[in-house]
């Protein structure tokens, strides 16, 4: 419970400062004149490097232990805070993408640590418990997300880029001292040596649930890093701090509905049907999609249909998320888990970087309701790979 509460606090202070991030680069630039695609390249060293670590960064943890990754990436996230502290005329394309490209790696690191640092705590006979237990380290992670969009908002309206960027590097320089000195040392590390050679998975469920999750969260944030911001702000009107008040109250929920999903989805206490599971939640999230592209296509109550849909994207969204995170960690080899848990998030990784790009383009060339409609064909793509998972035998 030590370790598990450790994790949990470090993962937190990090998910705060990475969302408050996101959302003060993302207006910041906008305000300066940058166009949606112009912003999305901000952002595509950070997805990229984000794929890289993932499928590097679960070797790295059972060879040294995912203590030290979770360490490395709190160091290397203050390091990116603090380039993005310089004066504004500093802050060229070039410097932005870099330190963006650091903030990726530190985010991959910290994350697929905790992640995979549950396996180490729950013994593999506890489904139940281990289901709840990342249900709750996720959904968690993901309102503090959501409280850090509204925190970037409201930084950039009371104290401006730089001041924010100072602050958020002192406070996880705090945190970093803390995990240095009371985290377990050798948390998750493998007792024998991995091979690089080994970082790509053999196992075909893994393989599988990592196609599903690329589609899965590209679906997402094809709408969700440029357009909808961009759209609140500049159709709809909408202030800074309403723009990033209405994007953390939808990640907040979505967070909320993570930690509840074992309860919704009726398998806290037995086994999960892995195929069943998947395929229905995910074809609920594709109905919701198509639904919510046609509402904005043919402008029906857009600010409304546009806000009530989202709501219900994002709950349903969570639950799909919340599946697939716990049945990662569960299929998982209990020797080396971090390099199968990389595996998988590499894959989460490229699909956000194939989101990120694509919300730029989509918007400039067909506005929110092309991201939307691409958001649709990826989850239907999504649907059809999860038919072919196999059911959970444990």
Known sequence: MRNYALITFNYWNFTLTDGALRMLVVLHFHTLGYTGFEIAMLFLFYEFFGVVTNLIGGWLGARIGLNKT???????????????????????????????????????????????????????????????????????????????????????SLIGFQNAMFTMASILTLVLLGSLMWLQKDLGKARSKPKFTQIFSKSKAINILSAARLFL??????????????????????????????????????????????????????????????????????????????????????????????????????????????????????????????????ANAMGRLTGTILSGWAFQWGGLEACLWISSLFIFFTVIISMIMPDHDK
């Open 217 to 346: 969260f590209a679906s997402r944030d094809v709408w969700f890093v440029i357009a909808l911001p961009i759209s609140l702000s500049a159709v709809f009107g909408w202030s800074h701090v309403e723009t990033g008040s209405f994007m953390a109250i939808w990640v907040i929920g979505y967070g909320l509905v993570q930690g509840i999903a074992p309860r919704i989805t009726g398998t806290e206490s037995h086994h999960i049907q892995s195929r069943i599971a998947l395929a229905l939640w995910s074809a609920m999230l594709l109905l919701v999609s198509a639904l919510l592209a046609l509402a904005v296509a043919f402008q029906w109550y857009p600010q409304l249909s546009l806000i009530i849909g989202l709501l219900i994207f994002g709950g349903i969204f969570a639950i799909n998320s919340s599946l697939h995170s716990y049945l990662i960690v569960s299929f998982a080899r209990e020797e080396g888990a971090s390099m199968d848990v990389g595996f998988y998030y590499m």
């Open 70 to 156: 979770m360490n490395i990436g709190l160091f290397m996230q203050v390091i990116a805070l603090l380039m993005l502290a310089v004066p504004s005329h500093y802050l060229s394309v070039p410097l932005v993408m870099f330190a963006q490209a650091i903030s990726g790696i530190a985010k991959d690191l910290n994350k697929m640590s905790a992640k995979t640092s549950i396996k180490t705590l729950v013994s593999s006979q506890q489904s139940g418990k281990l289901y709840r237990w990342i249900a709750i380290l996720t959904g968690s992670k993901n309102a503090l997300k959501g409280a850090g969009f509204f925190l970037g908002g409201a930084l950039l």
